[in-house]
Every structure is written in structure tokens, then in C-alpha cells.
């Protein structure tokens, strides 16, 4: 390790192998060698700054001070928001698209999704009853998938659902990775993409079943700030950038039940005022999701005695900042209460990004996540009753995206 200036320099050529194999913990690791909240080295070749907490969280947040273009791999960039979408716009045209998302989340919206993923749930529960039991994530991974569409107003061929969900599925889980699972994620888009551009394309032909004011709709009359249409291959990738995390959302449901499973004072606790709320906080701050997330400097800035650049990579270490104990009392315990605490900083607390919605890129489905995930416990823990049988429920954290081992088989499943 060298310090030139405030910030550790790691030694070696490049750290793009020891991430792939420590995966979450990569930064931890180094935070710690380093004795320091920030380090230097080398990502695919490229000088890279690797930072966590509050203080970095603002730097990264601060609204145009950084871009997303050219901040996250290819190869998870195109599984995941992907080229033309709202994360890589910069400046008026970003807010102008962020606009389009937020405008979906209204407080009506954000209950009904829930609503759906009720009726979806109740829907699929009494085939899970089966002898064998169901694996909850596939099961709940289908439930979101139904869900969104109907509330996106995206006709849904009930035989079609599984291949769908499969499809959304496969990006997320290639996103974090090179090699097979990537490129299997890669093959399984482009069906998704042909799909989608299809519905975009009857919605602009005036397709009645496809209702007014639902995201489909939004999203396919949407115009730019300068009242073009999107580009009907970017409508379509918008589309997708509601519908796949919404499935992706049944990632952090599985990581609820595993709570429930782990901490079983917490079942009651859910029902009372209040404590579902912190539970849910708790799983989405305590479990793995998104490693880190990246930005390419817009506006030169100088911070712990280096310049940063126009074009200089930082990266924040999201799940680093969600377990920093200078923000977290005891952070690797499973404390939901510690949330009846939270001042609600948007800087410290930031599994879907940190800062603002509208004028930065903090996630437009952040709510969206919370309301499913609320519906979700309350499913669990008063909607149905269940046996967990003995399984690995390890999570690795050197596999990103993380889940666990066995993806939470539950069996004797019966509606309450
Ligand atoms: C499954 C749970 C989710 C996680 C862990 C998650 C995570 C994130 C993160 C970390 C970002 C910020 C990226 C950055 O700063 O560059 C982000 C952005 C975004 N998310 Fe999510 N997200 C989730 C769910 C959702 C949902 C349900 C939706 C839509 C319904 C959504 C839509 C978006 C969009 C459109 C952006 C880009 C925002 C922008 O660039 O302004 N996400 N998400």
C-alpha cells in the first residue's frame, strides 16, 4: 500500500479478480487492511476509488457532480438499467425522465401494487400446499411478476408468466458476474427486449387492452423534454426497468422470511404500529443486494487531499455503508428496533441508493420495494402458515447477487 495523498493506494496491477471472489466483503477487507473509509486501485485496468459511508454517499449523490455513464461494467450494465435508460441521462434530461417514473408512485399506486401482490399471492398459495412444499423464491418471484404487469396495465398470457419471470429473473442473477450466468442472462434479455418492444409498439398503435395511465401506457407516450417519443428501443428497456425489479423485489421477501425464520420474536412483533415498517428497514439494510454502485466525475472536487477529475471512477460500497458502525450501533446484529431511532438521512442508509429522487439517482422504485415487501410480511406471517425443514440457508456473500443457499423451501404450506 502507498499514500500519496489522503487516500491508500493498493499495490498489485488489478483488483477485478479479488472482487469477483470476495464479492461483498471485497471493500470491507480493504477498509479494514487499509485502516481507512476509502482506498485506490485498479477495476478492469481502470484507476478506481473505492469509498464507503455518509461522506462518500453525499459525494456520489450530490446531484450532477458525477454520471452514470461509463460507471458500472457493460456486462451488468446490460442487464440491469441498460443503454438509453434513465440512469444515464445526466442534468435536465435526466430529471425530465426521472419524472416519468416518480409520477407512477403515487400514494394510490404504491397501495394498490400491494393489493395485487395479495391477490397474486392468495392466488398461487393453494399450489404450494403440495407434498413436496414450494421454494418460496421461485414461487414469490412469480407472484411480483403477475402483480406488476397488472399494475403496469401489460396483458399477461397466463401460460407466459413462468418463461417471463425466468427471463427478468436471469438478468438480475448474471448481473454480478462474468462467464455462463452473465451470458445467460445476456440471451434470456433479448427475448425479453423482443417482447416488450412489441407491447410498446401496440400501445402506440392505440391498443385498447393496454389501459391508459398505467406504466405501460406512460411509458410509451412518453415524450423527451424536447416532446419527441422515446425511441421505441428505450421505451421498451424503460418497461423492462419496471417489470424486472419489481421480480427482483422477491429477493429481499426471501431474506424477510429467513428474518421471520431466524428471529422468531419478530412474527408478532410485525403486527404491532410502527415495527413492520423498521422490520422491513432492517432486511433491506441488513442483507445483501447491491454491492456497490458508481459514478464517473462530471464536476472537478477535491476530497481528502486528492483532485478527482472529470472522468476519475468512484464507487461507492453500499453494502459497507448499510453495516458501517460509525452509522450503526452493533451492525451485524438484526435489530429492526435500531429503525425507531433513524433521523431518515438519506445519506445513511442506502441499499437503493442515496440523496434525492427527483434531481439524482436514487432507485424511482424504492417505495414501491417497501410497500410489496410490507405486504409481503404480512403474508407470511398472518396470511399463511408454514414449516421451514431443515435446508442450507447459508448466504454466501461471495456470490453477488446473494440469496440464500436453498432459496427458503417451505412446506405444510396453509392459507390462514
Ligand atoms: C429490488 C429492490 C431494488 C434494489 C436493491 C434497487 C437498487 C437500486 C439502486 C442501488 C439504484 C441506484 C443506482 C445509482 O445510483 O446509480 C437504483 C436505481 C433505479 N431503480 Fe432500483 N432497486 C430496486 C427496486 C426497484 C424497483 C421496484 C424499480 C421500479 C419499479 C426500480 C427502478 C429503478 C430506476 C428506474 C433506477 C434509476 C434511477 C435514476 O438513475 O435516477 N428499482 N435501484
Known sequence: MTVTDGIPRLRGADSTVALLREGYAFGAHRFARTASDVFETRLMLRPAVVAFGEEAARLLYEPDRTTRRRALPPTT???????????LLDGEAHRHRKQMFMSLMTPAALAEIGDLVER???TGAPQWAGSGGVVLFDAVREVLFRAVCAWSGVPLDREDAGTRTRQLAAMVEGAGSVGPRNLHGQLLRHRAERWAGELIARVRGGDPAVQEGRAAHVIARHRDAEGRLLDPDVARVELLNVLRPTVAVARFVVFAALALHQHPECRTAVGENGYLRWFVQEVRRYYPFFPMVGGRVQQEFDWRGRRFTPGSWLLLDIYATNHDPRLWA???????????????????????????????????GEWLTISVLERAVRLLTTGMTYEVPLQDLSVDLTRMPAAPASGLLLTDVRPA
Open 77 to 87: 450494465l446490460t442487464l440491469l438499467q441498460d443503454r438509453g435508460s434513465v440512469e
Open 120 to 122: 397474486e399471492w392468495r
Open 330 to 364: 452493533d451492525p451485524a446484529a438484526f435489530r429492526p428496533e435500531r429503525f425507531g431511532a433513524w433521523d431518515g438521512d438519506p445519506y445513511t442508509f442506502l441499499p437503493q441508493g442515496a440523496g434525492e429522487f427527483s434531481s439524482g439517482h436514487r432507485c424511482a
